[in-house]
Every structure is written in structure tokens, then in C-alpha cells.
């Protein structure tokens, strides 16, 4: 496993772990079955944090995530909406 590997694991873990999720390998899997609501944030901050604070490129996030890069421009785009609308409700 390589630095960047390892660095997603970590980070995906984090996540995972604050949202309590148990089994950390269902938010890579694109199953419609995993998706529901705490799964789907939990994904999406992570992917923000790998993205925006870890530097990984989008393109090896989609391939690890098994999704396409445009989802994964979404999932980063919805966190930083959800902490632009919370900035302004302060």
C-alpha cells in the first residue's frame, strides 16, 4: 500500500468512525442498497478531506471510490455548500 492508500484509509476511517459506521469498506461500494443518508455524509467528507486537505487527485479518488470523477466533484461540492449555508446561519 503506497502513501496516498494509506492516507485514504486513515482518513476514511476517521470519518467512519465519527459517524459510526461499522463497516468502514461499505462507503467505497456503489450499491444502491448502501445508500442511505449518515453513509452517503459520511463519503462525501470524506472525499472532501482527502481532496481538499490531503491533495489526492480526483481521478485517483474515482477509482478508488468506484465512482466517476463527476460524482466525486459532487460529493466535495456538497460539503463545502453545507459549510458555506451553516457559515451564513451563524
Not at 55 to 65: G, N, Q
Amino acid at each position: 500500500m503506497d502513501t496516498i492508500d494509506t492516507t485514504i484509509y486513515e482518513v476514511c476511517r476517521r470519518v467512519c468512525e465519527h459517524f459510526g459506521i461499522t463497516d468502514m469498506e461499505r462507503i467505497f461500494t456503489p450499491s444502491k442498497v448502501n445508500n442511505i443518508e449518515r453513509l452517503s455524509d459520511a463519503r462525501s467528507f470524506a472525499l472532501y478531506i482527502l481532496h481538499r486537505d490531503e491533495k489526492v487527485t480526483i481521478p485517483r479518488l474515482a477509482a478508488k471510490f468506484r465512482r466517476t470523477p463527476r460524482t466525486i466533484y459532487w460529493h466535495v461540492r456538497k460539503v463545502e455548500d453545507m459549510m458555506t449555508w451553516n457559515e451564513k446561519d451563524r
